[in-house]
């Protein structure tokens, strides 16, 4: 590759021979055309450059399944565990000093890579949040800097959609009460308020991967389900959507949420939405912290308006795990309330799909320059350059947004042949990937394209 950030040209010698399917080299005489639909011309191996060089740090105890993935594609990869009684994130003066030389970082929710921290970043090609959220990271910063960022949005669906029929029957229950009477040493055999959830109304807010997955499962274990979202989604099931939060939060039996982080979501509930709940009913919160209002949540389970609530996130959470939760005491003392730390996708399962997930995309991005599921960056992608395309080589140019910036760019494109090329922008970043055939001097065709006035980030793959 040659990078804006790292100029330098390699030959590529990590490009493996073709094999025939006995194992053998091809030559030019036992090479074969097949046709048929699954029989594709074979893709040209891209390579950064030397792979060795590509250097990958991970952080907090992120799952072996992308450790495994890195590795085999012959990256260096470094991984912070974590030693008892310290945390494998990392803060300040130290984040700074490991985030310098990297091309690549792999974190979870708690470290935070703050403008200040990316500012530091210099060779910085992406980061991966193995996770769903991505507030920890300053995104529009990291745009401007030509550095894309990725999570896995989808692959805990399943391991919260289970989390949270748990705590409807425990809720339903009492279970929690129960549990931690037993560990005082009483015993309270108790049937008063203790109910089945076959035949109660679930109310899902929020009707994306997750809500989808826990209507399904609710429906099987004989509940009834309704929904609203703010987008026109198909129904799973017997689901049904209503037309207004209200609306559901005034027929429904329990309310679990499931949406994002946004400015409309932020205190989505608070004292008016819980007195709209019915009397007796039960609100789970899996999704965000600020999603819910503490003292609304508090008053409401302590005037028993809500005979329960599940929280497994928090408007402030720890930064490591310890004796160390201690902001809400009088959410602590209300009856028939589940606290979780924040393990809604905390599962074997989930991590090792998020492993998987997130280092296909950071893979694909550094040595293909593929930008989907990129959450601040525009998302392109193109076919394959032929592996008989010898001498065509793939641009990867991240440019400010400013007029005229791709007739300059064609300009210098002019004197190739342009097999394809793709462009788009997203806010004041642009993005433009451009295979170029018969290139003699890709250090020239480098210098002319990251001379351009708005370039942020020019990789070139060969």
């Known amino acids: 590759m040659v990078n804006a950030k790292k100029d330098l040209v390699k ?59 890195f590795k085999k594609q012959g990256y260096q990869v470094k991984k912070k565990k974590k030693k008892k009684k310290k945390k494998a ?11 310098r030389d990297v091309h690549v970082i792999g974190i979870r929710s708690k470290t935070k890579l703050t403008k200040e921290v990316l500012k530091e970043a210099k060779h910085l090609l992406a980061v991966g949040c193995f996770c769903i959220g991505t507030n920890q990271v300053d995104l529009q910063a990291a745009a401007k800097q030509g550095i894309a960022v990725f999570n896995s949005p989808f692959s805990n669906s399943r391991s919260v959609a289970e989390l949270v029929i748990g705590e409807i029957i425990m809720l339903a229950r009492q279970l929690g009460d129960r549990n931690t009477e037993m560990h005082n040493g009483v015993w309270n055999k108790v049937s008063k308020a203790c109910y089945e959830i076959r035949g109660k109304i679930l109310g899902i807010v929020g009707y994306g991967h997750i809500g989808a997955q826990l209507s399904v499962l609710a429906e099987a274990m004989g509940m009834t389900v ?41 205190n989505l509930i608070g004292d008016h939405e819980i007195q709209q ?20 949540l508090t008053k409401g389970l302590q005037s028993g308006h809500l005979a329960g609530a599940a929280i497994d996130v928090f408007p402030k959470e720890p930064a490591s795990n ?69 001498n065509t080589v793939r641009v ?35 993005y433009v990937m451009a295979d170029i055939a018969d290139v003699t001097d890709i250090k020239g065709l480098y210098n002319a394209i990251f001379a351009t006035r708005a370039n942020i980030q020019t990789r070139v793959l060969y």
Request: aromatic fraction near 6%; hydrophobic fraction near 35%.
């Open 396 to 430: 990867l140019y991240i440019h400010q947004n400013i007029p005229g910036v791709l007739r300059e760019i064609n300009e210098i494109f002019a004197d190739h042949n342009v097999e394809k090329q793709y462009s788009d922008s997203k806010g004041d970043i642009a």
């Open 277 to 296: 709940m019915k009397k007796g009913a039960y609100l789970l919160n899996n999704a965000r912290g600020t999603v819910v209002q503490i003292p609304a």
């Open 322 to 390: 310890g004796p160390n939760f201690n902001y809400y005491p009088e959410l602590l003392a209300c009856p028939n309330l589940i606290l979780t730390p924040h393990i809604g996708g905390s599962t074997e399962e989930a991590q090792r799909m998020i492993g998987l997930e997130v280092s296909q995309s950071l893979t694909k991005y550094i040595n293909e320059g593929t930008s989907l599921n990129a959450v601040n960056f525009p998302e392109i992608d193109i076919r394959a350059i032929r592996e008989d395309d010898k």
């Open 11 to 69: 030959t590529n010698t990590l490009q493996p021979p073709a094999t025939t399917t006995n194992g053998t080299n091809d030559t030019e005489d036992n090479k074969r055309t097949r046709s048929g639909s699954f029989c594709q011309p074979k893709a040209k191996v891209l390579r950064p450059f030397n792979t060795s060089e590509v250097k990958i740090l991970l952080l907090e105890n992120i799952n072996e399944t992308a450790v495994k993935a």
């Open 226 to 266: 309704y929904f609203y979202d703010v987008l026109q989604i198909m129904p799973l099931g017997q689901a049904k959507p209503v037309e207004s939060l209200d609306e559901l939060l005034a027929i429904s039996d329990y309310i679990s949420l499931h949406v994002p982080e946004t400015e409309d979501t932020r």
């Open 89 to 99: 994130s990392l803060v300040g003066e130290e984040l700074i000093q490991k985030i």
